[in-house]
């Protein structure tokens, strides 16, 4: 006896939900066919933008695939097909390029603005469940989206068919960007005001400390004025150098440690006796990516962690510090 809906729990019904939205998704690896590749070529020749139009859940599926192509290297907008005839559809150039979505390719607010875009002479892709539809028939290149069927018990609400238009919205902007050659410093461009475009775009010049804020004494220093040194400066070391400010080593508490562990008197010890030789440095154009990747490795496999490091110029002359304060201040972690 068939087990009745209203007897299933909510994790159950969520559990048929994504069943059925994941075969959705599974199923568009067979529906991939040339015209998937010549919508990445239409997309790469174009010289203006992509106009993603789509109405009702269709539209807000286009707004993100619009808002994916444009931080991934392809300049996007999109524009609502209703707002479309009443005058919006002047923002489409000849140079442009339209993506309509619509499970059923016969939205009655794409087909009316058909005849303007083919006026002006726009290439259109469609993205659709019906390769039969007006459309479709009208399109360049139509890629089909089609599910057996929606997520919501009366195979009506907009559920499987939306997402199965969402992954293949990515599918085309991730595709057109591996094309293009879109870089990870690309995308930091696109986004500067994230984590991520700040890690990729922000230098060790730029954080760093320098000129009387650079905690350094020379090699003959006493413990106390390397210890007043490091502690007036706040980077949580010192640098230790020669006459012509080359770097020689660093000074942290922790070779305090280590030098009392060793039996050293460390108040009749000079700077050169403490400290750690040959230390890690980097360079002006260091990323700050770079210096978070290397923090971490040190972290996980090195001899002891990093959270200060001096910048050196090629002649490893010191011309500035910073440590992991500077990094959250700058918001880069």
């Known amino acids: 006896m068939p087990i009745s809906e209203s007897s299933l729990s909510p994790i159950e019904h969520a559990r048929g939900v994504i069943e059925i939205e994941a075969a959705a998704v599974a199923a568009l690896l067979e529906r991939l066919d040339n015209n998937f590749d010549k919508a990445c070529s239409l997309i790469l020749k174009c010289e203006g933008r992509v106009v993603v139009t789509g109405m009702g859940k269709s539209g807000h599926i286009g ?29 489409i150039t000849t140079h442009d390029l339209v993506i309509a979505i619509s499970n059923s390719g016969e939205t009655a607010e794409l087909v009316s603005i058909l005849p303007i875009v083919k006026r002006l002479g726009v290439k259109l892709i469609t993205m659709t469940g019906n390769v039969d539809s007006t459309l479709a028939q009208k399109s360049d290149a139509c890629i089909n989206v089609s599910v057996d069927k929606e997520a919501c018990p009366h195979n009506l609400a907009p559920t499987a068919s939306t997402t199965a238009a969402l992954v293949m919205g990515d599918a085309l902007a991730v595709a057109v960007q591996r094309l293009r050659g879109f ?22 010049g730029d954080l760093m400390h320098i000129g009387d804020e650079l905690p350094l004494v020379d090699e003959g220093a006493t413990m ?59 360079h002006a154009d260091t990323l700050a990516e770079e210096i978070i990747q290397i923090m971490r490795e040190y972290a996980q496999h090195g001899p002891h962690a990093i959270n200060s490091m001096f910048v050196v110029d090629d002649d490893h002359h010191v011309i500035g510090a910073l440590n992991t304060h500077d990094l959250l201040r700058a918001g880069v972690i």
Do not use: N
């Open 63 to 91: 707004g993100k695939i619009a808002s994916t192509l444009a931080s991934t290297g392809t300049p996007a907008f999109f524009v609502h097909p209703g707002e479309a005839s009443h005058g919006d559809v002047g923002m």
């Open 183 to 204: 870089s990870a410093q690309d995308f930091a461009r696109t986004h500067p005001g994230g984590v991520l475009g700040k890690r990729l775009l922000l230098f060790a």
């Open 224 to 282: 106390d004025t390397l210890l007043l040194e490091m502690t007036s400066k706040s980077l949580g070391m010192a640098g230790v150098v020669d006459g012509d400010g080359k770097l020689l080593g660093m000074f942290t508490d922790g070779d305090i440690r280590r030098g009392l562990g060793q039996g050293i008197d460390i108040y009749k010890s000079k700077a050169r006796d403490l400290m750690s030789v040959d230390p890690f440095t980097i």
